[in-house]
Nanobody, 115 residues
Framework: QVQLVESGGGLVQAGGSLRLSCAAS????????MGWYRQAPGKQRALVAT???????NYADSVKGRFTISRDNAKNTVYLQSHNLKPEDTALYYC?????????WGQGTQVTVAS
């Protein structure tokens, strides 16, 4: 059974930084596409960034140049480093794993950016 556990969220001032982590188990991590999504109150869940098994990345336009997704296959962990956080980045951030037709989600970690 796939399990994704996020950590690293919290309250930060605008302009600050955070690093989110997602530890995966029960999955062939090295061949799995990993991603981060977020859901703000009253809004739909939206893509933040993804990273393939080969390290190719994709970002939402709203976070390009401020967020970096990376992965450590030896630790079965994916990271999301964020800089210059804005109040509009406030959301529940979810880790996502995709392989073939299988998709798994973590429970989410809250990021709150104070203005």
């Amino acid at each position: 059974q796939v399990q994704l556990v996020e950590s690293g969220g919290g309250l930060v001032q605008a302009g600050g930084s955070l690093r989110l982590s997602c530890a995966a188990s029960g999955v062939r991590f090295s061949v799995t596409v990993m991603g981060w999504y977020r859901q703000a109150p009253g809004k739909q869940r939206a893509l933040v960034a993804t990273i393939t098994s080969g390290g190719s990345t994709n970002y939402a336009d709203s976070v390009k140049g401020r967020f970096t997704i990376s992965r450590d296959n030896a630790k079965n962990t994916v990271y999301l480093q964020s800089h210059n956080l804005k109040p509009e980045d406030t959301a529940l951030y979810y880790c996502n794993a995709k392989r073939g037709g299988n998709i798994a989600w973590g429970q989410g970690t809250q990021v709150t950016v104070a203005s």
